[in-house]
């Protein structure tokens, strides 16, 4: 698997990167979560010189927006929630999709029954029975404060669900998934973003989607898309884009379906993938 760093061009021949998708968590913010300055120049610089860069991730609408996308240079389109939610540059809504109202019971059972953490992401808000260590960890990430509900259920046909993810330790989550996967075979997607969590997702829904759905509205092609990201939620966005790129600290499943693999979340992997892929071609096509 090649590396950013093994060459000083793009690494496929006659691919001309116009667009940018990059998830967030562990690829466009560090372990930290923080935009570092590399990164941050390297959108710009990408961005001047005519490619911008839209984020695509499974991340709600949260307090992480004002502090990250007013740096990446002019508002652009975005995708959230695992590819459920479109929004404008403004961040009004262009696209919404919901978990079917029998997906939702049944997950909620299956949490009770297991004795897990649910939490129900609805537009900009998170929704829980009880808050606990496991929803406490979302304020990390930055995202929505989690709020207490009594009962979930209660909310089942008063608000659109986008997903819901199960959370517990990953010796847990390992457990459960076979038998969640077992249950709404044929109605629901799994997938997973961050270690802990089991994200139960619309049916063939997933953020490559969702990445696909917004180039059609802008008037995009995927065979100009350079996709970033690190976790099994990126893997169709990566196979979607005419150039996937997996972060160094990507798992093997990402690693698989990757074209290159640039440094870490750590190391402004993405800023080196700008760097190899969108700004050195340009600079030799001047020369």
């Known amino acids: 698997m090649p590396t950013c760093a093994a060459t000083g061009a793009s690494q496929l021949d006659g691919i001309q990167i116009k667009l940018i998708a990059s998830d967030v ?8 979560q923080q935009l570092t300055p590399g990164v941050e120049a390297a959108v710009q610089r990408a961005h001047a010189a005519g490619v911008p860069l839209i984020v695509a991730t499974g991340k709600a609408r949260g307090p992480w927006v004002p502090k ?6 002019p508002p652009m389109p975005g995708v959230f929630l695992q590819g459920l939610l479109i929004c404008d540059a403004e961040g009004r809504t ?9 997906v939702l019971l049944a997950c909620i059972r299956l949490a009770r029954g297991a004795g897990i953490t649910l939490t129900a992401y609805t537009d900009d808000r998170i929704m829980a029975d009880a808050l606990d260590e496991q929803t406490e960890r979302l304020l990390f990430y930055q995202e929505p404060t989690p709020e207490a509900v009594g ?12 997903k819901v993810i199960f959370m517990a330790p990953q010796e847990q989550i390992d457990q459960l998934r076979p038998e969640v996967a077992a249950a709404l075979e044929g109605r629901a997607t799994l997938t997973t973003a961050l270690k802990g969590m089991l994200e139960v997702l ?7 989607e969702g ?4 180039l059609d509205h802008m008037g995009r092609d995927a065979r100009h898309l350079m996709a970033l990201g ?15 790129v997996a972060m ?15 440094g870490t979340n750590d190391e402004d992997g993405v800023a080196q993938a700008i760097e190899q892929h969108v700004l050195a071609p340009r600079r030799l096509a001047a020369m």
């Open 230 to 244: 690190d976790g099994e939620n990126d893997i169709e966005m990566l196979q979607l884009a005419a150039l996937g």
């Open 248 to 262: 160094g600290n990507a798992g093997p499943g990402l690693r698989a379906v990757a074209d290159v693999i640039t």
């Open 25 to 32: 968590d562990g690829t466009l913010v560090n372990s930290k």
């Open 151 to 162: 009962n979930l259920e209660g909310i089942v046909g008063k608000r659109d669900v986008q």
């Open 68 to 73: 990250v996308l007013p740096r990446l240079g």
């Open 94 to 102: 262009l696209y919404s999709r919901c978990l079917e109202e029998d």
């Open 211 to 214: 990445v696909r759905w917004l």
């Open 202 to 208: 619309p049916l063939g829904a997933s953020k490559g």
